[in-house]
């Protein structure tokens, strides 16, 4: 069984939204959090990071929670090796990290643990420390990082934690209890792959169509019945492809997808920010990745290519 609990060493490695919500979730609970920040160095050295709580059908804040890490520190060597990482930047720098990781990574102990979009990113990681336990978490949850080391929460949602290779299952366990303790609603997923074919049946068709349609949020997505029905046909071939893998998708979980949208109201995903704001923008590993997996096992995706070609069009004129 791992030995890693919430006595642990933990690495945060891109404090995003993601980052910022679920690390200072775990600071909070007493965790001993050492983050490596870049953009948001200064803000949260001097104050420590701000979870902000937001009902999203009336925009009143509900709570909000001032957080002081165990550590803040600009270079991986300062904080040194660790129990376990866990990353949440873009997956667009993904290749820019492994120097770091190095730092902070000790082949055989160190847990690694992605909270990224899309598909193929613990596969990288995998390859750069194969001695290492690789985790993937899916993060059902809308936030957004408002300003340096400030994070809202619109809807808590939940995470699943799954290990790449069956070998690591104890130790996708263990941080489940060490999220569980942390109060954040987790579990553990029998197949990491079947977890991350679920989440891009909202990631696709939602972060996409906001950037495709114009910039809009997922409301208005839904209020277009063009749109929505687009949303539908995009999540059904990714249930096909899916399928096609082993992994089978319900009924009901699709129709979940539009039902927990709506409870999010004028939500902007994750990647419409980016776009709007002029970041890169995770177009491989949210849509080129899945289209590719999909059609190696033979399924029909038009609307997962036009959708590609359209998000690509938008960045490369950006």
Excluded at 233 to 260: C, K, N, P, Y
Aim: hydrophobic share 45%.
């Amino acid at each position: 069984m791992s030995s890693l609990s919430s006595t642990s060493r933990y690495a945060l490695v891109g404090p995003g939204a993601i980052g910022l919500y679920y690390g200072g979730l775990l600071a909070k609970s007493g965790c001993a959090l050492h983050v490596l920040a870049r953009s948001d160095y200064t803000a949260m050295h001097e104050h420590g990071l701000m979870i902000r709580m937001i009902d999203p059908a009336t925009q009143v804040l509900n709570a909000k929670y001032s957080i002081t890490p165990a550590q803040v520190a600009s270079e991986a060597t300062e904080i040194g090796v660790v129990d376990c990482v866990i990353i949440t930047a873009k997956t667009t720098v993904n290749a820019q990290l492994i120097e770091s990781l190095h730092a902070l990574i000790q082949p055989r102990h160190t847990v690694v643990l992605t909270l990224q979009n899309g598909m193929g990113n613990a596969e990288y990681f995998a390859t750069h420390f194969p001695n290492s336990p690789i985790l993937g978490g899916l993060c059902f949850v809308c936030a957004n990082r408002t300003k340096p080391a400030v994070v809202e929460n619109y809807l808590p949602g939940r995470v699943e934690i799954g290990a790449l290779c069956d070998e690591w299952s104890a130790d996708a366990g263990a941080v489940v209890e060490v999220f569980k303790a942390a109060g954040i609603q987790t579990s553990q997923s029998a197949s990491f792959v079947a977890s991350l074919w679920r989440k891009l049946c909202w990631n696709v068709p939602f972060n996409g169509l906001s950037i495709a349609a114009g910039g809009i949020t997922t409301d208005l997505i839904l209020a277009d019945s063009k749109l929505a029905s687009r949303a539908r046909r995009l999540m059904e071939e990714l249930r096909a492809a899916a399928t096609l893998a082993g992994h089978e998708i319900a009924d009901s979980f699709i129709q979940g997808q539009f039902d927990v949208t709506e409870k999010m109201g004028a939500y902007q995903p994750s990647s419409l920010i980016d776009y709007q704001a002029g970041r890169a923008v995770e177009v491989e590993s949210i849509w080129g990745e899945p289209l590719r997996r999909g059609q190696s096992l033979g399924a029909n995706m038009p609307e997962l290519e036009k959708l590609y070609q359209e998000i690509k069009a938008f960045v490369d004129a950006s």
